[in-house]
């Protein structure tokens, strides 16, 4: 059983950076992919960026790419996700996905099978 748990959420000014924690505290990561979701106030969840364990390989949506980053700490088995020039519209819950397995990284929530509770992060303009 995977249990995710986020930390990292929290205000932030337009421009800022800010670092989200994924760790799972039950199974290991390994042949995992993980992925990181948002919502906004009003908004369906929305894909921002995945990482596959087994070769690291990472994805991004066009919103976040050159500005967010996924990456990993084997020792600690947890993801991050690294926020940069962040946006007033990167306002949102953000939630850590993990689903087993699987040849690609999958941008769709419903292919994700264990989910965190989700940190929300509130970028002020």
């Known amino acids: 059983q995977v249990q995710l748990v986020e930390s990292g959420g929290g205000l932030v000014q337009a421009g800022g950076s800010l670092r989200l924690s994924c760790v799972s505290s039950?199974?290991?990561?390994?042949?995992?992919?993980i992925a990181w979701f948002r919502q906004a106030p009003g908004k369906e969840r929305e894909f921002v960026g995945a990482l596959k364990w087994s070769d690291s390989r990472t994805d991004y949506a066009a919103s976040v790419k050159g500005r967010f980053t996924i990456s990993r700490d084997n020792a600690k088995n947890t993801v991050y996700l690294q926020m940069n020039s962040l946006k007033a519209e990167d306002t949102a819950v953000y939630y850590c996905?993990?689903?087993?397995?699987?040849?690609?990284?999958?941008?769709?929530?419903?292919?994700?099978?264990?989910w965190g509770q989700g940190t929300q992060v509130t970028v002020s303009s």
């Open positions: 996905a993990a689903r087993r397995g699987g040849l690609t990284i999958y941008f769709a929530e419903s292919t994700y099978e264990y």
């Open positions: 039950g199974r290991a990561f390994s042949n995992y992919v």
